[in-house]
């Protein structure tokens, strides 16, 4: 008996033992899971506070240049909205707001309801959206992807500087003024800029000044404004710091945020060479543009430049790298845009290039819309063919991958 109560003790001291290790083990679990979802918490907590700071003074400044340029009423700078008062400024604000009023009418809300309908899928993702040829026209990038949650656009132009209004005589800042209505006549009419036109308006200004402009006539908040540049590595520093080395792209970050937004956007402009001689140059911008995953691309009024054999590698990059691609026919001829990879709906008319681009004439595109009357109209010209009933648009999905 006295074996028997002793072995029963001694189970009963184990079990003990056991239960209170455990209740250990367990308690450790629940402070270590405490202390987790604590970490959790306090990481969340500083990821909703790491809230971007920016130049309150600055921001207005640029915000306010911007709208100057524009021919816009200027409110959160005081020197700068006395500038309006003069009576070269009227006259400057007057025509564009016409001219705008016009453009608006006809085209851009238009647009925009296209692309509120047509675009709803893309939008909904916010894409980067890569709009290469680009010229200074953040306007159409914008209005056909207002959601992008980054812009990139390439064009030869010099991106060009901030004007310092306050540093400018009246005459040099009526210069300006001049400046911007040049460059600004042809898109207006057209929808367009022109090539040649466009090197020569741009060449002392940079395309900067004009994307100010249509930021602030879309409703744009201007943050910061950066010059940057693109080394060899494809990483991006502010112009002036690092080796920057011979092979380096400039160009300029700007941040800005959309009217009712909280969350600003970053658009990158980069002045370079995207033919296939300039791309052996600068290697780096296909590695930059690989970085932004799966971008939707933007082709308008490209001048037919990927039809030639001397741009093939951009047109590859933008078909191995893009998600989504819109275009004109100025953009790639539909030949590439391989219907066993690409979802592609057509839009508006095609029936030839305007005389300039004749040869560019795509025959099998034309028998593709002369053989589907399902194609849906386009209510507004966009690209060289601006007129109504005279345009046309192509959106290619990249299909699923079978897995």
């Not at 025959?363 to 010209?381: A, C, H, M, S, V």
Request: with cysteine.
């Amino acid at each position: 008996m006295n074996i028997k109560k002793s072995l029963s003790v001694l189970i009963a001291l184990l079990g003990l033992l056991v239960f209170v290790g455990g209740c250990g083990s367990n308690s450790e679990t629940a402070e270590q899971g405490t202390e987790e979802t604590t970490e959790v918490a306090e990481t969340e907590s500083k990821t909703q506070e790491a809230v971007v700071e920016f130049d309150e003074e600055k921001t207005a400044k640029l915000t306010a240049t911007a709208r100057f340029l524009a021919g816009m009423e200027v409110k959160d700078n005081e020197a700068i909205a006395k500038m309006t008062e003069s009576g070269a400024w009227q006259s400057h604000a007057s025509y564009l707001n016409g001219a705008w009023s016009q453009l608006e009418g006809q085209q851009l809300s238009k647009a925009r309801a296209w692309s509120k309908e047509e675009l709803k899928a893309i939008n909904a993702s916010s894409p980067p959206i890569f709009y290469p040829f680009s010229g200074p026209d953040f306007l159409y990038g914008f209005t056909m992807f207002p959601k992008g949650s980054e812009y990139v656009m390439l064009a030869l132009e010099p991106v060009g500087e901030v004007p310092d209004l306050e540093e400018l005589s009246e005459s040099q800042r009526n210069a300006k003024l001049q400046g911007v209505v040049g460059a600004l006549s042809e898109i207006l009419k057209f929808s367009f800029f022109r090539t040649n036109d466009m090197q020569v308006d741009l060449a002392q200004q940079g395309a900067l000044p004009i994307i100010l402009v249509f930021m602030a006539r879309t409703n744009n908040q201007i943050m910061d404004i950066q010059p940057i540049s693109m080394d060899g590595n494809a990483n991006i520093q502010p112009q002036g710091e690092g080796a920057a080395g011979d092979n380096s792209i400039s160009g300029v970050k700007i941040t800005f945020l959309p009217e009712g937004e909280s969350e600003p956007r970053t658009l990158h402009y980069f002045s370079t060479d995207i033919s296939n001689e300039g791309l052996a140059k600068t290697p780096q911008l296909k590695a930059f543009v690989q970085q932004l995953g799966t971008p939707t691309t933007y082709l308008k009024a490209a001048s037919y430049l990927m039809y030639r054999d001397s741009f093939s590698q951009i047109r590859d990059l933008i078909l191995t790298q893009s998600g989504n691609l819109l275009q004109d026919d100025s953009g790639m001829p539909i030949k590439y845009v391989d219907e066993g990879k690409w979802d592609i709906t057509y839009y508006g008319n095609y029936t030839s290039p305007i005389g300039l681009f004749a040869e560019r004439y795509q025959p099998e595109l034309r028998k593709i819309y002369q053989g589907d009357n399902t194609i849906k109209p386009l209510n507004f010209g966009i690209g060289y063919k601006f007129g109504v009933n005279e345009s046309n648009l192509m959106l290619s999905t990249k299909k699923d991958k079978p897995e």
